[in-house]
Nanobody, 115 residues
Framework: QRQLVESGGGLVQAGGSLRLSCTAS????????MDWYRQAPGKQRELVAA???????NYADFVNGRFTISRDNAKNTVYLQMNSLKPEDTAVYYC?????????WGQGTQVTVSS
């Protein structure tokens, strides 16, 4: 069974940091590219960070240099290092990938930033 499993969310004070992880598991499931989305209560899901062509990285404007996406292909894992967190970063963060035209989402990990 192919799945994405996130971890690393939690409660942190404003200005703090968290590192999210997402691991792809399942037979022959080794996504070449995985990205991060988030969804805050009452809002639409939005892209946070993604890998572009040639290994480049793309970030939403609200990231403003605070987050870094990285990956460990040997572990089938993508990370999201989040620094200088703000209360408005509070959301459920999801890992996502597309393999052979099929979209896969993780179950999400809650990030709560207190002021």
């Amino acid at each position: 069974q192919r799945q994405l499993v996130e971890s690393g969310g939690g409660l942190v004070q404003a200005g703090g940091s968290l590192r999210l992880s997402c691991t792809a598991s399942g037979t022959t499931f080794s996504p070449r590219v995985m990205d991060w989305y988030r969804q805050a209560p009452g809002k639409q899901r939005e892209l946070v960070a993604a890998f572009g062509s040639g290994g480049s990285t793309n970030y939403a404007d609200f990231v403003n240099g605070r987050f870094t996406i990285s990956r460990d292909n040997a572990k089938n894992t993508v990370y999201l290092q989040m620094n200088s967190l703000k209360p408005e970063d509070t959301a459920v963060y999801y890992c996502h990938t597309v393999v052979w035209g099929l979209s896969y989402w993780g179950q999400g990990t809650q990030v709560t930033v207190s002021s």
